[in-house]
């Protein structure tokens, strides 16, 4: 299904279905479409799905950084969304998600990452080498999941653009650093909101171990994990992700 984005003057968003309120965050270098499959399936199961474009590149300099993000997704709930969420977040999306839960545990019943940062997670570091390279754009792009094929042409030429636009890069390379300074470890235990981990088995991004840690400090936190599968699960393997999900959550809303 083709969904339409719904453009307002601060936000940029998909909406779709009815019911109780799923908020899915994208990372880094992910976007909207990262989560099709993910509002098709939970559009026709009585959840109505928010996929908000996270204001990456717009924000100024200074401000760039997982805080801020954080408060602009708390002001798209408060504005858009009548009672608590639930949030699903990737990668960038799921460290952007703990932020929020911490800071505003009474807008989020139900927590859901996979492949979060917030531990620890390899990057492209401090600067992007070659990146006129397409080739090894399409190399880095692929790193990301088991399966290379995922990363189709149109992704590579996403990620190509973004290295190569300047201030994208270098807004790319300051959230990176905010991730890796934003360590959560001592903030994990904090957590009380039901969380549930859902990690691709061959994640080299957040590899496995972060997902063990992640569910040893989080209290009410189960681990689920999917084979053949690396760092975006909703998009690698859709179908194994939303049954694990949705029976997860189907008597938590």
Same mark, same amino acid.
């Given at each position: 299904?083709?969904?339409?984005?719904?453009?307002?003057?601060?936000?940029?968003?998909?909406?779709?279905?009815?019911?109780?309120?799923?908020?899915?965050?994208?990372?880094?270098?992910?976007?909207?479409?990262?989560?099709?499959?993910?509002?098709?399936?939970?559009?026709?199961?009585?959840?109505?799905?928010?996929?908000?474009?996270?204001?990456?590149? !717009?924000?100024?300099?200074? +401000?760039?950084?997982?805080?801020?993000?954080?408060?602009?997704?708390?002001?798209?709930?408060?504005?858009?969304?009548?009672?608590?969420?639930?949030?699903?977040?990737?990668?960038?999306?799921?460290?952007?998600?703990?932020?929020?839960?911490?800071?505003?545990?009474?807008?989020?019943? +139900?927590? &859901?990452?996979?492949?979060?940062?917030?531990?620890?997670?390899?990057?492209?570091?401090?600067?992007?080498? #070659?990146? *006129?390279?397409?080739?090894?754009?399409?190399?880095?792009?692929?790193?990301?999941?088991?399966?290379?094929?995922?990363?189709?042409?149109?992704?590579? !030429?996403?990620?190509?653009?973004?290295?190569?636009? #300047?201030?994208?890069?270098?807004?790319?390379?300051?959230?990176?650093?905010?991730?890796?300074?934003? *360590?959560?470890?001592?903030?994990?235990?904090?957590?009380?909101?039901?969380?549930?981990?859902?990690?691709?088995?061959? !994640?080299?991004?957040?590899?496995?171990? &972060?997902?063990?840690?992640?569910?040893?400090?989080?209290? +009410?936190?189960?681990?689920?994990?999917?084979?053949?599968?690396?760092?975006?699960?909703?998009?690698?393997?859709? *179908?194994?992700? *939303?049954?694990?999900?949705?029976?997860?959550?189907?008597?938590? &809303?």
């Amino acid at each position: 299904m083709i969904f339409s984005t719904k453009k307002e003057k601060k936000y940029s968003y998909v909406e779709a279905g009815e019911g109780h309120p799923l908020v899915l965050l994208h990372g880094l270098m992910g976007g909207l479409s990262n989560f099709d499959k993910m509002v098709d399936f939970f559009s026709d199961r009585g959840f109505k799905v928010y996929v908000p474009q996270l204001p990456i590149y !717009d924000l100024p300099v200074l +401000n760039t950084n997982l805080t801020t993000l954080a408060k602009y997704i708390i002001k798209f709930i408060e504005s858009h969304i009548s009672g608590p969420v639930t949030i699903v977040g990737n990668s960038m999306g799921g460290h952007v998600g703990l932020i929020l839960t911490l800071a505003r545990p009474d807008l989020v019943k +139900n927590l &859901v990452l996979t492949g979060s940062s917030g531990l620890y997670e390899r990057t492209f570091g401090d600067s992007f080498p #070659r990146k *006129n390279d397409r080739s090894y754009i399409r190399k880095k792009t692929e790193e990301v999941f088991y399966d290379p094929k995922v990363a189709t042409e149109d992704l590579v !030429d996403e990620v190509f653009a973004v290295v190569n636009d #300047r201030m994208k890069g270098i807004k790319t390379v300051m959230l990176a650093r905010s991730a890796i300074k934003h *360590n959560m470890l001592n903030d994990l235990p904090k957590i009380q909101t039901p969380t549930c981990l859902i990690w691709g088995k061959q !994640d080299n991004v957040t590899p496995p171990e &972060v997902a063990e840690d992640m569910h040893k400090f989080i209290p +009410n936190s189960d681990l689920f994990w999917i084979d053949h599968c690396g760092h975006a699960a909703m998009m690698e393997k859709p *179908n194994e992700f *939303n049954e694990i999900l949705y029976n997860w959550i189907k008597d938590k &809303v």
